[in-house]
T-cell receptor, first 116, second 115 residues
Framework: NAGVTQTPKFQVLKTGQSMTLQCAQD?????MSWYRQDPGMGLRLIHYSVGAGITDQGEVPNGYNVSRSTTEDFPLRLLSAAPSQTSVYFCASSSGPGQGSGETQYFGPGTRLLVL | AQSVTQLDSQVPVFEEAPVELRCNYS??????LFWYVQYPNQGLQLLLKYLSGSTLVKGINGFEAEFNKSQTSFHLRKPSVHISDTAEYFC?????????????FGQGTTLQVKP
């Protein structure tokens, strides 16, 4: 299994540009999440999904959109990038309650985004 | 609302010394507790977790943590650290309703192991 994969690894954007951060998992996990990591602030939840077709907002959703058309994929869209969105973005997945792995979340390697 | 506080932003320690990284949480419901480690330029990796049962939880790489409900703490310990333990450590809480998409993370503690 590849686990959780993210592309690209690094991206530079200009203010106002749009882009999509890709996330895929091959573990048949129902739950997927997007976090951003900023120095001194830990990881903050942007959006999450409890299954295909179901998404919800996390702690810092403004400026980001998500969709979940398949179990495997959970892309994160920046509609109009701003310098405040410069961060490292992590995608994670988990099997959900009642499964053998419990509540463990598996993280991708991250995407470093710089918005100029 | 849930929150997680990691009481130390940086912990310097000499190799082979013991270490404790402190984590306190607040929650009005039962919780699941986690410690994740992030090595430089990598994603997060699970060290250990508490879901239920024994309050002393053992994880990978010789780490352990103790869940203390009365003190709402979940401190991480290792009796003897190695240079390779240098990393950032995150405590996280998920609440007991099973909505695993929502983990609340602490701010992180940088463990710096010196030779």
């Amino acid at each position: 299994n590849a686990g959780v994969t993210q592309t690209p690894k690094f991206q530079v954007l200009k203010t106002g540009q749009s882009m999509t951060l890709q996330c895929a998992q091959d573990m048949n996990h129902e739950y997927m999440s997007w976090y951003r990591q900023d120095p001194g602030m830990g990881l903050r939840l942007i959006h999450y999904s409890v299954g295909a077709g179901i998404t919800d907002q996390g702690e810092v959703p403004n400026g980001y959109n998500v969709s979940r058309s398949t179990t495997e994929d959970f892309p994160l869209r920046l509609l109009s990038a701003a310098p405040s969105q410069t961060s490292v973005y992590f995608c994670a997945s988990s099997s959900g309650p009642g499964q053998g792995s419990g509540e463990t979340q598996y993280f991708g390697p991250g995407t470093r985004l710089l918005v100029l | 609302a849930q929150s997680v506080t990691q009481l130390d932003s940086q912990v310097p320690v000499f190799e082979e010394a013991p270490v404790e990284l402190r984590c306190n949480y607040s929650s009005s419901v039962s919780v699941y507790l986690f410690w994740y480690v992030q090595y430089p330029n990598q994603g997060l990796q699970l060290l250990l977790k508490y879901l239920s049962g024994s309050t002393l939880v053992k994880g990978i790489n010789g780490f352990e943590a103790e869940f203390n409900k009365s003190q709402t703490s979940f401190h991480l310990r290792k009796p003897s650290v190695h240079i390779s333990d240098t990393a950032e450590y995150f405590c996280a809480v998920g609440h007991g309703s099973g909505n695993t998409g929502k983990l609340i993370f602490g701010q992180g503690t940088t463990l710096q192991v010196k030779p």
